[in-house]
Every structure is written in structure tokens, then in C-alpha cells.
């Protein structure tokens, strides 16, 4: 297991054992931009300083000023990445596709989860909205709040969020779902949409 600390401060605890730490799990298949998503949130709040009184924005920073994204390699076993948000800090561990079968064995204590899709492979659909189903049915997630994000929006070939949605049958999944379910769909690679993630992630925690 490695820890990507976030170096706008502090915290080296696991996130269970403070009270004022949160905790996530960020799952979905091998290559879907999971560990691209979780370093670009973190610089934006390291950069920015980002931590504001009513809502956390992006400083009106947007893709272009964000760089070259970092490399990634695949997640194999478990990372965590510590963000501070305006409410609490929240540490996030990050669960390799590899490890699907026993993903739930790292839901415990978790208070949301974000689940990642590539919405340019076509290929990967089926296995994923299982994937998807699993985390859904998780005994341990069933108060919990979920993102499902489809992200590589930045590339050619990507299908459209009602195209995604429609094939996973969202609307049937979220009338089902006991969890809240939000859909948003992202570029990690451009910056697309890390506002709308870091907000939402921002109200999932408690006051």
C-alpha cells in the first residue's frame, strides 16, 4: 500500500482514526484514470489553496493551466491520497482494477465512493456496470453516497454521458440503488470537471 500525503498539510493517520477525517474508496476498472483523477485534484488544492467559506472552486484556474498530466502507472493493491477539503479532510484509497473480487473488504467505514468509467471503451461497459452493480450491493456502502464518473471526455472516440448512461440503464440503477447516486462525466487529463468532483465530494461530508 502506498500514501500519496497531501502536502497542503499534516494528517498521517489512517482515516478511521480521527474523528475529523473522512474516508472514500475511488474504484473501478484497470485504466480508467483513477490514480490521474486523485493527483490532479490533489495539486489543484495544493496549488490553489483552494479551500474556501461557501464552496471550493477552481481559483477560475481551467485544463490549460494545469500542465502535462503526471504519469501513472496501474494501481496494484491499494493506494491513499489525503485531500483537505473546506468541511474535513478526506483520505481516499484507491483500489486497483485487479482487485475487483475483494473490493469490499475496503468499504468498511467508507462514507462515499467514487467509481470511475472509460467512456472511450466500448469493450469495458458490461464488466464495468457489473463492477458497478457489486459496489452498489456492498453491505457495508448501503448509506453511503456514490459518484460514478465517466471520464476521458477529452478524447475522440468517447461516448457521451447519455450515451453511457443509457447503456449502464442509470435511470433504472439509480431508482434501485438504497445509495445516492450522482452521475458527472470528466477529462482528468484536461481538468474537465475536477470543480464538479471536488464539490461534490465537499458535500458528502458531514458538518
Known sequence: MRRRGDRGGGGKSLCSSLANIGSAANAGATGVGKTLLLKRLQNIL????????????????????LGE??????TVGTNLTDLTLRKRRVTIRELGGCMGPIWPSYFIDCTSVIFMVDSANITQVSSSCIQLLSVLAAEPLQTASVLVLFNKRDLPCTMSLGEMKSLFRMDDIIASAPQSVTTLELSARSGEGLQEVLNWLNSTQPD
Open 46 to 65: 495544493y496549488q490553489t489553496d483552494c479551500v474556501v467559506s461557501l464552496e471550493i472552486q477552481l481559483c477560475q484556474r481551467d485544463g490549460t493551466d
Open 69 to 74: 498530466p503526471p504519469v501513472t502507472l496501474p
